[in-house]
């Protein structure tokens, strides 16, 4: 019969002791060194992401088992309500989505932001302000409206169509969000015939953080 035992003095002094059929021995070691085997030892899961959404930009798990992802949604174009008048194929900006979903597969929070128009996008990538409604910040507002369980992450790619085909109102929109401070319905007027370039040299305000930001806040 074989027994371990690894005593620790109050001074820090890390002694093993260890009985072998009645022989017992005695080796001090280097408390870095105990850490080190005892880190060496413990068991760590693999998550598996499984299948993601395309354009996925970042996954995130943690130990309470929720997720955290990040896509770019891959359209330029949306058909869009506000207040029951349609808009349809109307341009957008380059738009990133994250969620973060429990570990019972709902989605506990959906954000929004702009990115700048780059053909390869890097954590220092420039956020612009959303110039639209139901967004605070980077975090939408979705009324009244449940979303679907996300039963396998790809499914999250749909989940962006449904949050735009949302109708949009007054609700956070700030005129101060657009460099015209136009309100709601004429910007939509202004940018319904516009390419997505417009965007950037007239209608975005810069928000001062970067996609490594919004990427960050969502794990918070």
């Known amino acids: 019969m074989s027994e371990t035992i690894i005593r620790i003095g109050g001074d ?7 009985e072998d059929n009645g022989v017992k021995s005695f080796k001090r070691i280097d408390p870095d060194t105990l850490v ?6 413990l068991l760590r899961g693999v998550v598996g992401s499984g299948l993601l959404p395309k354009g996925c930009l970042s ?3 943690n130990d309470s088992g929720d997720k955290t992802v990040c896509i770019l949604h891959p359209e330029n174009r949306a058909d869009i309500t506000y207040y029951g008048s349609p808009y349809p194929n109307f341009p957008l900006p380059k738009l990133v989505f994250g969620f973060c979903i429990t570990k019972e597969n709902r989605i506990s929070q959906c954000r929004l932001g702009v990115v700048a128009n780059e053909s390869q996008l890097k954590p220092t990538t420039p956020m612009f302000l959303y110039p639209f409604s139901n967004v605070t910040g980077t975090h939408i507002c979705i009324g009244n409206n449940l979303l679907p369980k996300c039963l396998s ?4 790619g749909s989940i962006p169509y449904y949050i735009l085909s949302m109708d949009n109102n007054n609700d956070h929109f700030k005129p101060s969000n657009n460099k015209p401070g136009l309100e709601m319905r004429d910007l939509l007027a202004l940018l319904q015939d516009k390419p997505q370039e417009y965007y950037y040299s007239d209608i975005l305000i810069p928000s001062k953080t970067t996609l490594e930001d919004f990427i960050t806040d969502g794990r918070s």
């Open 12 to 18: 820090g002094n890390v002694v093993v002791e260890q």
């Open 153 to 156: 992450l790809h499914t999250l």
């Open 36 to 41: 080190k085997c005892i880190n060496e030892s």
């Open 59 to 61: 996954f995130t798990a």
